[in-house]
């Protein structure tokens, strides 16, 4: 171990001691709502509880700090049925340079759909048809500073647009994971979406006016321009543990634990294990939001596969399944590749 033990400690220490602050609820204060949802299937299944598991390109979106302990290659692709028959699809990719640095990139695309334009006088529709969808692209950069100390970093550009309107931002996200002598158990945390403001522009906002009704002889169409307000980014806070209570030569069981703070809502405990067998097969459960009064989230389901193919790598599947309350269910399926 290259850096003095102490320092880490007094890291650690700084960076833990923020999640034990309360907050209370800020629903609705923040624009890119769809940069809270969860990215692939095994993180989901466990409960979102992944900033110090950290050990797939699911990193990439809960504790960038991670990628540089994953070997060789990796891709991962993802598609989530989401709320309102939305479609949510995150692609994920790293490189491990020399296994001491890595890079990686992803990006989110979650798609309203299609809508027909409707009026007053055509209720039936236009004949015309709208559309919305939400967009992240992100590049991470990750070292391992010591054999059991990693730090990284994201850099991505955020796009919003609803019909012909359009809002982007700039943001950054940190993470660290340290690995502890105790048992190898994990500790990891994360700070996400720490950037520029969104305000939305297009041309529906566009109007024509007549500055004063009351003179004549002047232009009475002066196009405006109606000023829209800017909308912070939500900031999420991620601390996180993670630890093998069981280890054999043909099984393992993991369980995990993250502290949640967002800016826009109250803290909450996600809750995760995953059960794997040779390493090919796995079971996972979890629990989202736990101490969050009236959240519709709540028990998280999942089980995944993975299947070596000399050398075409290792593929993957993994599914999970999220109860939503009233909004029934959430179903998610991913593919990867590591290589």
């Known amino acids: 171990?290259?850096?003095?033990?102490?320092?880490?400690?007094?890291?650690?220490?700084?960076?833990?001691?923020?999640?034990?602050?309360?907050?209370?609820?800020?629903?609705?204060?923040?624009?890119?709502?769809f940069l809270g949802i969860s990215s692939t299937p095994r993180a989901t299944s466990m409960g979102g509880a992944f900033a110090a598991v950290a050990n797939d390109v699911s990193t990439l979106y809960y504790n960038p700090g991670g990628l540089s302990?994953?070997?060789?290659?990796?891709?991962?692709?993802?598609?989530?049925?989401?709320?309102?028959?939305?479609?949510?699809?995150?692609?994920?990719?790293?490189?491990?340079?020399?296994?001491?640095?890595?890079?990686?990139?992803?990006?989110?695309?979650?798609?309203y759909g299609d809508e027909r334009v409707t009026?007053?006088?055509?209720?039936?529709?236009?004949?015309?048809?709208?559309?919305?969808?939400?967009?992240?692209?992100?590049?991470?950069?990750?070292?391992?500073?010591?054999?059991?100390?990693?730090?990284?970093?994201?850099?991505?550009?955020?796009?919003q647009k609803i019909y012909n309107e359009t809002g982007s931002a700039f943001a950054m996200d940190i993470g660290l994971l340290f690995t502890t002598q105790f048992n190898d158990m994990k500790l990891g945390m994360s700070i996400s979406n720490f950037g520029t403001d969104i305000k939305f522009?297009?041309?529906?906002?566009?109007?024509?006016?007549?500055?004063?009704?009351?003179?004549?002889?002047?232009?009475?169409?002066?196009?405006?321009?109606?000023?829209?307000?800017?909308?912070?980014?939500?900031?999420?806070?991620?601390?996180?543990?993670?630890?093998?209570?069981?280890?054999?030569?043909?099984?393992?069981?993991?369980?995990?634990?993250?502290?949640?703070?967002?800016?826009?809502?109250?803290?909450?405990?996600?809750?995760?294990?995953e059960f794997a067998f040779n390493e090919m097969v796995f079971l996972r459960a979890g629990y989202k939001s736990l101490f969050r009064e009236d959240s519709e989230e709540g028990l998280t389901f999942g089980a995944g596969l993975n299947y070596r193919m000399g050398t075409a790598g290792a593929w993957g599947l993994d599914y999970a399944f999220m109860d939503f309350g009233v909004f029934e269910s959430i179903h998610m399926f991913s593919l990867k590749v590591n290589l």
């Open 1 to 33: 171990m290259n850096m003095n033990r102490k320092t880490v400690t007094i890291i650690m220490m700084l960076i833990f001691t923020p999640a034990l602050g309360y907050g209370q609820a800020k629903v609705g204060t923040t624009a890119a709502a």
């Open 119 to 159: 009026t007053v006088d055509q209720p039936e529709g236009t004949g015309a048809t709208w559309s919305a969808g939400d967009f992240a692209a992100a590049f991470t950069y990750a070292r391992n500073l010591t054999d059991l100390f990693s730090i990284g970093g994201s850099v991505k550009y955020i796009q």
């Open 201 to 273: 522009s297009g041309k529906d906002l566009l109007s024509r006016v007549d500055l004063d009704e009351e003179t004549i002889g002047h232009n009475e169409n002066i196009v405006s321009n109606l000023k829209t307000e800017d909308w912070p980014l939500p900031l999420f806070f991620r601390v996180g543990l993670a630890m093998d209570v069981l280890r054999s030569a043909n099984s393992r069981l993991t369980v995990a634990a993250d502290a949640f703070r967002p800016s826009d809502n109250t803290e909450i405990v996600n809750l995760g294990t």
């Open 69 to 111: 302990r994953l070997p060789g290659s990796n891709l991962i692709f993802s598609h989530t049925g989401w709320l309102v028959d939305t479609d949510l699809n995150w692609v994920g990719f790293s490189i491990n340079l020399d296994g001491t640095n890595a890079i990686g990139a992803s990006i989110t695309h979650l798609d």
